[in-house]
């Protein structure tokens, strides 16, 4: 019986220790069952995918394009259509106390002249308007004259540490396309001499590293840069000493442009045939570097004086500028084809129309292509808020 009872302990003993052994075994399988769906859920959000997944570089800000009043001329000649329009404030200026020495300009061959179609960027004002207002009796009108055509994009912001991602969103949609897009950086400092498009940057260093920034993003593609509208013409506000830095800041710029991209071809401020006399503006481009630093001028931004006029004008500059015979220029031809309105009307002036249409197929001897740098339809303050998109005036340019 003792024996018996022995046995029956020790299997009681085994039975219970089996019973613990499946327990354990079952719960061992559970966690195993957890561990693996919870595996494949984390999968789901494995933040190492988003870092590799290469993102796209941001769109550019397309900033409403500022309004550029400029002063009026001495005398217009009498190829000139009007005089130019209303002055804006003037201020005195000390030179920057950080503004970097100028280096030794050194000639660069310049870029051959685009003979490429034009780029227009998806995004714009006009573009945006268009899509919002189906329905508008106006917009057949304007989309197909003014929304349908290439434009320049403008970049006034010193925003250092975003503008190489912004000029390269637009390059690299331009290549994909196999156009030639328009750039226009605009962030020179005391832009405007303080005017209805004050802002830049702080100082010349701080323009000079935007300007480096903004060479990155250029890419290996043809592109036409507009170098900062109205930095040379408006300069008599500057101090002798402040005109002299910023024309070396720019001189600068047209190295690091041309040097990040050798097919980018570079235009510096040539006013327009309403202002300053040929050889006064020639000289003010020879002092910025242009004849060494560039590929020519641009002529008319953001103004009404007819082609032939700017024609003209911008071959007696290049003339009296020397450098290359193949300097060349460009010509804002956005709202000039009723020519220029009176005296001191350059507020969205009524009777305005569009003119030629942007082209790298000018025709005319060293023109390299009629533009549209200013955007058609966007405001000078007058018709709306300065740099808004008005539809009003729009129509009214692509029908008059």
């Not at 000079?208 to 592109?223: H, K, M, N, P, Y």
């Not at 910025?288 to 082609?307: L, Q």
């Not at 969205?348 to 292509?369: C, H, K, N, V």
Request: charged letters at 20%.
């Amino acid at each position: 019986m003792p024996g018996t009872r022995i046995r029956r302990c020790t299997a009681h003993r085994e039975r219970r220790r089996a019973s613990r052994r499946h327990a354990l075994l079952a719960v061992a399988s559970a966690v195993v069952a957890i561990g693996a769906t919870a595996g494949l859920l984390d999968a789901g959000h494995d933040d190492r995918r988003d870092t590799a997944r290469p993102r796209p570089a941001p769109p550019p800000v397309l900033q409403p394009l500022p309004a550029l009043p400029t002063p009026p001329a001495p005398a217009p000649s009498a190829s000139s259509a009007a005089p130019a329009p209303a002055p804006s404030p003037v201020r005195t200026t000390t030179p920057p106390r950080d503004a970097p020495t100028a280096e030794p300009s050194r000639p660069t061959a310049p870029a051959p002249a685009p003979r490429t179609r034009l780029f227009r960027h998806p995004h714009s004002q006009v573009l945006d308007w268009v899509r919002a207002n189906p329905d508008d009796p106006r917009r057949p009108v304007i989309e197909s004259r003014i929304a349908a055509r290439p434009a320049a994009v403008w970049f006034a912001a010193h925003n250092p540490g975003g503008i190489a991602g912004q000029v390269r969103a637009v390059t690299r949609g331009a290549a994909a396309a196999g156009r030639t897009p328009v750039l226009v950086p605009y962030a020179i400092p005391d832009r405007d001499c303080g005017g209805a498009s004050k802002g830049g940057a702080p100082d010349l260093a701080a323009y000079d590293a935007w300007i480096r920034e903004f060479a990155q993003g250029l890419g290996a593609g043809a592109a036409i840069v507009i170098l900062e509208p109205d930095a040379i013409a408006l300069a008599d506000c500057l101090s002798a000493s402040g005109r002299a830095a910023r024309f070396a800041s720019l001189a600068r710029a047209g190295r690091t442009l041309r040097t990040a991209n050798p097919r980018a071809r570079v235009y510096f401020d040539g006013g327009h045939s309403g202002w300053h006399a040929p050889a006064k503006q020639a000289a003010a481009l020879r002092a910025a570097g242009a004849a060494a630093d560039g590929d020519g001028i641009f002529t008319n931004v953001s103004n009404f004086h007819r082609t032939a006029d700017e024609a003209a004008y911008a071959r007696r500059v290049l003339a009296a500028l020397g450098g290359p015979a193949a300097l060349g220029a460009v010509i804002d031809t956005s709202r000039n084809g009723n020519g220029a309105p009176a005296a001191g009307q350059w507020c969205d002036p009524a009777g305005r129309a569009l003119g030629q249409t942007p082209t790298t197929r000018t025709g005319e001897s060293r023109i390299d292509a009629y533009l549209w740098v200013k955007l058609p339809g966007e405001s000078d303050g007058c018709s709306g808020a300065a740099g808004s998109f008005t539809p009003e005036y729009a129509h009214a340019l692509a029908t008059g």
